[in-house]
């Protein structure tokens, strides 16, 4: 397998990226780490003629305990044990992300970004071809749910869950400026394996904010997969709020790596502040949870499984949730 | 930890790093792909996207006008088949008339670069008709409409059947007091070497060919180059570079090794053919996907009446080892124990899926599984406990089994007894908690195959030639095939042994089919046994020459003389001897530089019945492990934290690559149980890529200890027998029996995933079978 030749930009501002990402709309891709963006371009799978190189943008890297960059390493993250601290849910998701050496070239955004996933998708040239292509790449079939007209990737990165339910907001430029969205905003629920934001042309996602968090907060995120590392989430499940046996004071949940797209529960978990967190309360929630999500068979583990492991997932990372040690 | 008693030997049995390890770790040692040549160009395989059809016409005008290209090949140019076993000629270098899988070579281009190389492949146009797609290998046991070779039998996809019945397995059955039946499904798993596959061949202008090639067997790439090209086998040289891993993978000739000979032929540029790993998955001939059944009788005390085995395999496109294969799936059930009683009928079946062939531990693992679950089955129906179980049918030493495989040592009932109480056992079985648990499993395996594939049994299967000059170092030549597994170091070290010497005067030479006398290579774990042989008794001439050279300078009579290191001396008198290159340089007045030669071959055996020398060898080795799992019954994922591992190899010569032999096939059987699985969606392979092929990592390994029991073999070199293959053999039944220990159920389908797991303990909750309170 080869890399086609393709045109490298490395703009040095954002104003810059934003400049090049509106004129090459539609032909461009970012480059932030490479460690998904290049093996599928060897794959030749949706290839385009020029990259846009981020890594040369200053503005984009380095984190606190409110921001982080883009362009930040998920190896950077790991190495700083204070922000380790601050945010435990958020740091079990980093570490479990691939390998210690995809996590050194590994960026947020690009995690955050990083393409959604299919046994049918994720395959070279020549095997695609033998198959006839699907909808997301050269061709107009789906393998995995035939006649279905949207594609069913699945999402894989490990940072959405873990970020969406601390409320994580992303700060977005473009060609009218800047914008700040949750980063519920920025997935499209409208949308499918294919189109997964909301970013228009010339957007470029430069950096990530995370809200102080109520007094107390706890976190977990727990990940589903095969081998203790490499592997992409088969499911990935977060919980981050306040709670004691008294009551519930804030409470989220995501799910990711069984669908399309990420996915908060606020409508299931809302109704729960200032009950207690009671045993059978995280059981009923854990149940719903699982009765909603729709996984189709296009990684390895079966879908049935992937959809019963939900609910133990949820269910533990309730009893495995840690408190951060700056809420 | 291994035993740790001084042997009598200088540095065999010790721990030798390996010779050439600091080339390797530094980046400096030669594989295929670091050979460069002036004007190498590149050559590029196009592969069939059909499953199986016929190729009706083929243009490669476009492909051939494209600047840059200078050369396409389709199969109608070197048409001639070849295939490891002579009997089973079915391979083709290019596909000719019909693509039988995808991924089977339907062209080849050689051009300047890699780009131009892959433009011209899109370039090829086939007219085809697409042909019935045989998936299931079932679908292949009767008359087919289009069988996937003309040789099938009686029109079916069968490529093999196998048929023994020795003593009288009904009349077994009949008496028995307890019998139990037990049914596997193993999915195809590959070698997933760490090397991919690579050849560079030049042909030069004094009419010969060169040819490297990442390869386990370089005699018979030689050969297979010769058929296919018509090339006189002198005219060709085969040089083997450092390889990296082939488990197997790369022991059959294979087919684009011939053909970037061939590009190289017709281009007159050296040409090089690198590999991907989706190549390597296409490439497979890894592990046959099989259905076994396995019934067995015994008596009220736990004595093995009979075996009744089944086992239909599933061959892919190619014959490739499968006759071997299909006999293996039966005969390895003949030790290591006392069996009465055998009946076995085995069929290997083409289907139009990636080439099954010969991976580590070819023919005995799955076969293997299927027995060690049944006989735990028959102990729990004994009441018995598996140790005693199988200590009551032990093969003794010396013995002759049913089949005629002799049996000479075996150290099996000291592996069980060592096994036994390292682990813990008898407070563990039964015992741990539900959820955990530990279970026993047992193996043997092939030292050698007594049969060579392509010699008439009086030529010898190994030879090694050692040359010493003035500067006192020793160049061995051997086409023995270092693949990583440390041969070049056991090699040394019995030289450097026998002679008293440093093993850095040692020189293993390259594989170099030019001056490398033939040894038939790194498969059926022949290596230790056979070269180790040739290696000794060229090492003993050499020696013996010396010390009549030293005899003369000393003027003492040669028989009270000795070798020490470095140094030959008058025995008991420390201070009358001559030095190495003292006897070496008095030596040479009469002959100038030495030279000698050693050989193995191995003794007659077998019976004389069709098939009777399948799984006859000089030697056996036998396992005896425990493995401990601990069950997340919630998940259904489960850790192997602790493995015990007794083996009997004989007398371990080099114990840093035995243990690394252990440890790798561990590694390895385990991936075979927990995740490893070539998946299917009809002929499709839907996993060809180390990310979705489920290797254990790291940090799945057990820890492990290792326990060398063996007792010097009688013909091995200094005692030595195999510890190649047979290590791995006893891990996937040491698992299978500790997950039931641990949940209760016998999981019959590998691999053995968290889905399956859960799946078991349904099914076991939904008959209401209560295991350990649970």
């Known amino acids: ?327 | 930890m291994p035993s740790s008693e001084p042997g009598p030997y200088r540095l065999l049995g010790g721990r030798i790093p390996y010779v050439e390890g600091p080339l390797k770790v530094t980046g400096r040692a030669e594989y295929t792909d670091d050979i460069q040549r002036p004007g190498m160009i590149v050559g590029r395989l196009l592969r069939s996207p059909w499953p199986h059809a016929r190729l009706l016409s083929v243009d490669v005008r476009e492909a051939r006008a494209l600047p840059g290209v200078l050369a396409v090949l389709t199969g109608d140019r070197y048409p001639t088949p070849f295939g490891v076993l002579p009997i089973t000629h079915d391979e083709t270098a290019i596909a000719v008339g019909k693509a039988r899988y995808i991924g089977d070579i339907v062209a080849a281009v050689a051009a300047t670069d890699e780009l131009t190389a892959e433009k011209a492949l899109s370039l090829v146009r086939f007219e085809v008709e697409p042909l019935p797609e045989y998936s299931d290998p079932r679908s292949g046991l009767s008359k087919v409409a289009e069988p996937i070779h003309a040789r099938g039998l009686l029109g079916s996809n069968i490529q093999k059947e196998v048929v023994q019945h020795f003593g009288d397995v009904d009349a077994a059955f009949a008496r028995a007091a307890v019998t139990v039946r037990f049914r596997g499904r193993f999915a195809g798993v590959t070698h997933a070497f760490t090397e991919p596959m690579a050849t560079v061949a030049e042909a030069t202008p004094d009419g010969r060919l060169t040819v490297w090639s990442a390869t386990q067997v370089p005699h018979y790439l030689h050969r297979a180059l010769s058929e296919v090209l018509e090339i006189p086998m002198h005219r060709i040289r085969v040089i083997k570079p450092e390889v990296g891993g082939g488990f197997g993978g790369k022991s059959d000739p294979l087919p684009h090794e011939i053909v970037c000979a061939a590009l190289a032929l017709e281009t007159g540029r050296p040409v090089k053919i690198l590999f991907d790993r989706e190549d390597v998955f296409y490439t497979n001939h890894g592990r046959h996907p099989t259905q076994n059944d396995v019934r067995i009788a015994a008596d009220a005390d736990g004595n093995l009446l009979g075996y009744d085995i089944e086992a239909l395999i599933e061959g892919g496109a190619w014959s490739s080892f499968g006759t071997v294969t299909t006999y293996y799936n039966g005969v390895l059930a003949m030790g290591p124990y006392r069996v009465p009683n055998f009946r076995y009928k085995g069929q290997r079946v083409y289907t139009t899926k990636p080439p099954s062939g010969a991976m580590r531990a070819h023919g005995g693992t799955n076969l293997r599984y299927s027995i060690e679950l049944a006989l735990d089955a028959l102990a729990e129906k004994l009441g018995t406990d598996p140790f005693d179980l199988r200590l009551r049918n032990a093969l003794p030493p010396n013995s002759t089994t049913i089949n005629q495989f002799r049996i000479t040592s075996t150290s099996f009932v000291k592996c069980l007894t060592a096994v036994r109480e390292r682990s813990g056992w008898d407070a563990k079985f039964r015992r741990l908690p539900y959820g955990r648990g530990v279970g026993l499993g047992c193996g043997f395996y092939i030292s050698g195959s007594n049969s060579p594939i392509h010699f008439t049994p009086k030529m010898p299967q190994s030879t090694v030639h050692l040359k010493v000059d003035m500067d006192g170092g020793i160049a061995v030549h051997s086409m023995q095939a270092d693949i990583g597994q440390g041969s070049n170091t056991l090699l040394a070290a019995i030289v450097a042994e026998v002679l008293g010497v440093d093993l850095e005067r040692v020189h293993v030479q390259r594989v170099d089919s030019d001056v490398s006398p033939v040894d038939l290579g790194s498969y059926s774990s022949r290596v230790t046994f056979m070269m180790g042989n040739a290696a000794r008794e060229a090492a003993e001439s050499l020696r013996d020459r010396l010390v009549a050279a030293a005899a003369r300078t000393l003027g003492e009579p040669a028989e009270t003389l000795e070798v020490g290191h470095e140094r030959i001396g008058v025995r008991g008198r420390p201070d009358r001897f001559v030095t190495f290159l003292d006897a070496l340089h008095a030596a040479m007045e009469t002959s100038g530089a030495l030279t000698a030669s050693g050989s193995y071959r191995s003794p007659t055996m077998g019976g004389t019945f069709k098939g009777a020398r399948a799984g006859t060898a000089p030697a056996y080795s036998f396992a005896a492990y425990v493995a401990e799992v601990d069950v997340d019954v919630e998940t259904g994922a489960y850790r192997v934290p602790r493995l015990w591992a007794a083996f009997d190899c004989g007398r371990a010569l080099n114990r840093l690559a035995v243990e690394g032999q252990i440890e790798g096939s561990i590694h390895m059987g385990l991936g075979q149980v927990m995740g490893e699985s070539m998946n299917y969606r009809s002929s499709r392979l839907l996993n060809p890529s180390l990310l979705e092929y489920k290797i254990p990592m790291p940090q799945q390994m057990p820890k492990v200890e290792i326990l060398l029991v063996g007792d010097d073999d009688p013909e091995g070199p200094f005692g030595a027998k195999e510890a190649g293959e047979g290590p791995l053999i006893a891990t996937l039944p040491a698992v299978g029996n500790a997950l039931y220990d641990a949940v209760g159920v016998r999981f019959s389908e590998l691999p053995i995933t968290p889905d399956r797991v859960l799946r078991g303990l349904d099914l076991r909750a939904a008959e209401h079978r209560p295991w350990k309170g649970a």
Not at chain 1, 102 to 120: E, K, M, P, Q
Not at chain 1, 199 to 204: H, Y
Not at chain 1, 233 to 243: C, D, I, K, R, T
């Open chain 1, 1 to 327: 397998m080869h890399l086609d030749p393709f045109e490298l930009h490395r703009p040095t501002t954002v104003d810059e990226v934003v400049r090049l990402a509106t004129e090459l709309a539609g032909r461009f891709d970012y480059l932030a780490g490479g460690t998904d963006l290049l093996p599928n371009y060897k794959m030749h799978l949706n290839a385009k003629p020029h990259l846009v190189a981020l890594e040369d943008v200053r503005e984009l890297r380095g984190h606190s305990d409110s921001r982080l960059g883009a362009m930040e390493r998920l190896a950077d993250l790991e190495a700083d044990r204070t922000f380790g601290r601050t945010h435990p849910g958020l740091t079990d998701a980093i570490g479990e992300v691939a390998t210690p050496l995809v996590r050194s070239s590994g960026t947020v955004g690009g995690n955050l970004l990083v393409d959604t996933r299919c046994f049918f998708f994720n395959q070279s040239y020549f095997w695609r071809s033998s198959l006839g292509f699907c909808l997301k790449a050269d061709g107009d079939r789906c393998h995995v749910v035939p006649q279905a007209e949207r594609c069913y990737a699945t999402f894989s990165g490990d940072l959405a869950p873990a970020l969406l339910v601390l409320d994580a907001e992303v700060e977005v430029a473009g060609p009218s400026g800047r914008r700040r969205l949750p980063l519920g905003a920025l997935y499209d629920p409208g949308g499918d394996g294919i189109r997964r934001t909301r970013l228009a042309p010339g957007d470029l996602l430069v950096a990530v904010h995370l809200p102080p968090g109520p007094p107390g907060r706890r976190a977990r995120y727990k990940k589903l997969r095969v081998r203790p590392s490499y592997d992409f989430p088969e499911l990935g499940v977060a919980v981050a709020g306040a709670w004691d046996s008294e009551r519930v004071r804030s409470l989220r949940l995501a799910v990711g790596g069984v669908e399309t797209l990420p996915r908060r529960f606020d409508d299931l978990t809302d109704p729960l502040v200032g009950t207690p967190l009671t045993p059978e309360a995280v059981n009923r929630l854990a149940d719903e949870v699982q009765r909603r999500v729709r996984p189709v068979h296009n990684t390895f583990l079966p879908p049935d499984y992937r959809r019963r492991m939900v609910g133990v997932y949820v269910r533990r990372a309730f009893a495995e949730a840690r408190e951060g040690s700056a809420g």
